[in-house]
T-cell receptor, first 114, second 114 residues
Framework: DGGITQSPKYLFRKEGQNVTLSCEQN?????MYWYRQDPGQGLRLIYY???????QKGDIAEGYSVSREKKESFPLTVTSAQKNPTAFYLC?????????????FGDGTRLSIL | AQSVSQHNHHVILSEAASLELGCNYS??????LFWYVQYPGQHLQLLLK??????LVKGIKGFEAEFIKSKFSFNLRKPSVQWSDTAEYFC????????????FGGGTRVLVKP
């Protein structure tokens, strides 16, 4: 089945540690996205990538970093600079970066600070 | 920058009742509009979308939405809900000229009582 796989489902981090969330897609989509979901705030865009080896900051990129070395992979690193990292993180992809392409979402990773 | 507001954070209703969820956006240019749904334990999935043409769009599972440009609104409706419609619903917008960067509303949690 084609889809987006996020791992792990739950992740715990000690303060001061960096942690990397995995996102893999086998849909052959060019564009990929990372969102953060907080209760009552909907989803907010962290980073997005239109194509391999390219990515841009979204609305709340501070304290996060990404890479896009392969088409199917778009890992997100939550760095120690992110002051409030506890959240639900969602990865998405779309065929292209055209605005009329619906985004497909993974099941998410819930990150908690110990 | 555009913003999206959903008027109700929580809605509780009985089976067979009608549902209408409000969504307003702020942006003066040409937009695409989406409704996504997140059922308990499942990933976010597309319910319906509006790009152009007939402002009344029909989606999956009997949902429809009406785009009223003069009111900057894209309200979601279903004439008769079922228990299985219990979910969180998100309205989202992107700007046609700015790629596929979605701005989401805060979400509305809908609980349908059997």
């Amino acid at each position: 089945d084609g889809g987006i796989t996020q791992s792990p489902k739950y992740l715990f981090r000690k303060e001061g540690q960096n942690v990397t969330l995995s996102c893999e897609q086998n849909l052959n989509h060019d564009a990929m996205y990372w969102y953060r979901q907080d209760p009552g705030q909907g989803l907010r865009l962290i980073y997005y990538s239109q194509i391999v080896n390219d990515f841009q900051k979204g609305d709340i990129a501070e304290g996060y970093s990404v890479s896009r070395e392969k088409k199917e992979s778009f890992p997100l690193t939550v760095t120690s600079a992110q002051k409030n990292p506890t959240a639900f993180y969602l990865c998405a992809s779309s065929i292209t970066q055209n605005s009329n392409q619906p985004q497909h979402f993974g099941d998410g990773t819930r990150l908690s600070i110990l | 920058a555009q913003s999206v507001s959903q008027h109700n954070h929580h809605v509780i209703l009985s089976e067979a009742a009608s549902l209408e969820l409000g969504c307003n956006y702020s942006y003066g240019g040409t937009v695409n509009l989406f409704w996504y749904v997140q059922y308990p334990g499942q990933h976010l999935q597309l319910l319906l979308k509006y790009f152009s043409g007939d402002p009344l769009v029909k989606g999956i599972k009997g949902f429809e939405a009406e785009f009223i440009k003069s009111k900057f609104s894209f309200n979601l409706r279903k004439p008769s809900v079922q228990w299985s419609d219990t979910a969180e619903y998100f309205c989202a917008v992107n700007v046609k000229a700015a790629g596929n960067k979605l701005t989401f509303g805060g979400g509305t949690r809908v609980l349908v009582k059997p």
